[in-house]
């Protein structure tokens, strides 16, 4: 069994940051890729950002490049999202998933999901 727990989100200003963090738990082989969503009221899940567990390659959609960065530590198994000048419309719930597969931008093709957490960011 594979467990995700995210934490680390909050209500901030615009032009804030915060630092959310996914911790890991289980089996490795389903880790191939760690992504970062998120869905605001009313929206689909949307693609945020991925890391290849392995390598450490890195993808972003458009709208964070420049503002978030994807890491990892694999000593404590944890995916980190530095989100820099935060907007009012990054406001939704994060969730953290996991992949064996390498198509990063597909939210189906994950397997597993943490519980998310809500991130605000007012103007």
């Known amino acids: 069994q594979v467990q995700l727990i995210e934490s680390g989100g909050g209500s901030v200003q615009a032009g804030g940051s915060l630092r959310l963090s996914c911790a890991i738990s289980?089996?490795?082989?389903?880790?191939?890729?760690m992504g970062w969503f998120r869905q605001a009221p009313g929206k689909e899940r949307e693609f945020v950002a991925a890391?290849?567990?392995?390598?450490?390659?890195?993808y972003y959609a458009d709208f964070v490049k420049g503002r978030f960065t994807i890491s990892r530590d694999k000593a404590k198994n944890t995916v980190y999202l530095q989100m820099n000048s935060l907007k009012p419309e990054d406001t939704a719930v994060y969730y953290c998933?996991?992949?064996?597969?390498?198509?990063?931008?597909?939210?189906?093709?994950?397997?597993?999901w943490g519980q998310g957490t809500q991130v605000t960011v007012s103007s």
């Open positions: 890391m290849m567990w392995s390598g450490g390659d890195t």
């Open positions: 998933g996991t992949s064996n597969g390498d198509l990063y931008q597909f939210s189906a093709l994950y397997n597993y």
């Open positions: 289980g089996r490795t082989f389903v880790r191939a890729t």
